[in-house]
């Protein structure tokens, strides 16, 4: 039985140390054939590394490297192109300045080529080893992880230096268009997608594949693929938790498929499943290796609602809004994995985004729990619990005191930066119940206005508005709108919630709620006001 390849890069060690090797080449035939210069974002973990460092051997003639794949009998073998590979990731950028480790870079690539460069600046080495190299076969330039000089630095107190190294690669970049002549293929790799602006200027000949259909499962396994290449590790895990392999493959895809760009290709996440299987068990494997944090701050900061992004309808140029300047938090979430495509209404050139698997889901509102009430998942067990149970049974004074609680447990320390209240108490209830698995929508958009909470459960629809202030004019605003109506002819009971917060001591006040009664296809609310 073939080994498991956990964190292999090279393509050399699949052969040499019999490890599995999920054959991608037929896609990276059609990417060689059908264009030259291409731009790619996948989220960390997914096998980026892998394809740049196989464009390498297949571009550098190692035919004996793809004995058994796709393109063994496929590609020309004889012509050898001379490589530039350019790793961001490997760089010493941090310890040396990012002008001084690509320089060094260059210099190890000239040197590997057998080239001596006579310019000093990188932008200009980078230009003459191009053309040097190019004169008689043309030049390929793979370049990996090309953002992470930039994204290193998102944190508010270094973001000059983000944008430093912006501009450096900015620089880097800008003569590239017309060493086209020296040019047989040009592939950049990265986490996000920077506009062209911003780094690209000069590069607006690349042909971003990273929502294109052609290359959806260019990286990440599809079923297939771990049916063919994972069979005996299926059967293991099959009978280690003594299930049918049918019973198992719906869980790991509950668990780690589900990341689409497209819209209709859905494919897991490699690092997730080899772990998977490694060690027998499932577990938040990928997310392990990176929480967003300084991405919680930002949303903070900035008075982002979580629920904004997840589950709703965006613009395709919503997956451009991504600079130093100006950092989109739908995008960040987009192109880190967090969200993906969900399905696509191509007539109104529309996407809808939310998690891709149970993984993503659990342990980013895990993270976001504690980054926004400032505690564990485990701490808030019975917080959360006393929620459920209130909804389940339509206990809305069970609700406002374990709402009250939550709010009491937030440090006054995590409000210091909050703009604006009210946003900040949605995405707690947001990300709680969704914790819980309770349907929650957030400002519902209808014909007779925008609510701010839509919660649903096996047998009750509670509509509810929050205000700062009293309650009273929360509950008001719910009735003279008729917020209500969209529901009701759905069989569950229909309960509206007035919450009302105290801005002074950043809490819950008082809640009025009230029963809509359904009779003779007519509607009126029902005496029975509860009040704090």
């Known amino acids: 039985m073939k080994k498991l390849g956990l964190g292999i ?15 991608k080449t ?6 060689i054939n059908d264009g030259s210069y291409y731009f790619l974002s996948r989220p960390r973990r997914f096998g980026k590394s892998l394809l740049v460092n196989t464009l390498k051997d297949i571009f550098g003639g190692n035919k004996e ?3 058994g794949c796709w393109i063994y009998d496929k590609w020309h073998w004889g012509k050898k192109y001379p490589v530039i590979k350019l790793s961001f990731s490997k760089m010493g950028y941090k310890e040396q300045g990012l002008k001084k480790a690509l320089e060094l870079c260059l210099l190890q690539q000239a040197k590997m080529h057998g080239v001596q460069l006579e310019t000093q600046n990188y932008g200009d080495q980078f230009l003459e080893l191009i053309e040097i190299l190019g004169k008689e076969i043309p030049v390929v330039v793979l370049i990996d992880e090309y953002d992470k000089p930039i994204i290193d630095y998102l944190e508010k107190s270094e973001m000059n230096q983000a944008n430093e190294n912006r501009e450096i690669l900015k620089t880097f970049y800008a003569g590239v268009k017309d060493q086209d002549k020296y040019l047989r293929f040009f592939f950049i790799t990265g986490v996000s997608k920077f506009s062209r602006v911003s780094i690209f200027s000069d590069l607006n000949h690349l042909t971003d594949i990273t929502i294109s259909k052609h290359f959806a499962s260019l990286v990440g396994y599809t079923e297939d693929e771990i049916k063919k290449n994972y069979a005996p590790y299926l059967s293991s895990l099959s009978q280690e938790l003594e299930q049918t392999e049918e019973k198992i493959m719906k869980k790991v895809a509950y668990w780690y498929d589900g990341y689409s760009w497209d819209g209709k290709t859905f494919v897991f996440n490699p690092y997730s499943i080899i772990n998977l299987f490694y060690h027998q068990e499932f577990r938040n494997f990928w997310f392990e290796t990176g929480t967003p944090t300084f991405l919680m701050k930002k949303w903070k900061e900035t008075n982002y609602k979580l629920d904004q992004a997840i589950n709703r309808l965006v613009k395709e140029s919503t997956f451009n809004k991504y600079d130093v300047d100006n950092l989109n938090i739908t995008a960040i979430l987009f192109q880190t994995g967090y969200l993906t495509i969900k399905k696509i ?3 109104k050139n529309r996407y809808l985004l939310d998690f891709p698997n149970k993984e993503v889901r659990d342990s980013f509102l895990d993270v976001a729990v504690e980054n926004y009430a400032n505690s564990t998942l485990y701490e808030m067990e019975t917080i959360v619990d006393g929620l459920l149970v209130a909804l389940t049974h339509n206990d809305m004074q069970s609700f406002f005191n374990t709402l009250h609680t939550l709010f009491s447990s937030i440090a006054v320390k995590q409000l210091d930066k909050v703009k604006e209240y009210e946003g900040f108490y949605h995405s707690i209830i947001y990300i709680v119940l969704k914790i819980v698995g309770i349907q929650i929508g957030c400002e519902v958009q209808s014909s007779f206005g925008i609510t701010d909470a839509v919660i649903k459960t096996t047998d009750y629809i509670y509509v509810m508005e929050f205000k700062m202030g009293k309650a009273q004019s929360a509950i008001d605003q719910i009735k003279k709108k008729k917020y209500y109506a969209p529901y ?9 919630v007035g919450f009302g917060f105290n801005k002074v001591e950043k809490n819950l006040e008082d809640f009025l709620v009230e029963t809509i009664k359904k009779c003779s296809g007519q509607t009126d609310v029902e005496n029975g006001v509860q009040r704090v």
């Open 9 to 23: 890069q090279e393509l050399s060690k699949f052969k040499t140390n019999n490890l599995i090797y999920v054959d």
């Open 26 to 31: 037929e896609h990276i035939y059609k990417l």
């Open 65 to 67: 490297l793809f004995e």
């Open 345 to 347: 209404d191509h007539e």
């Open 488 to 496: 009701l002819a759905d069989k569950r009971e229909v309960v509206i």
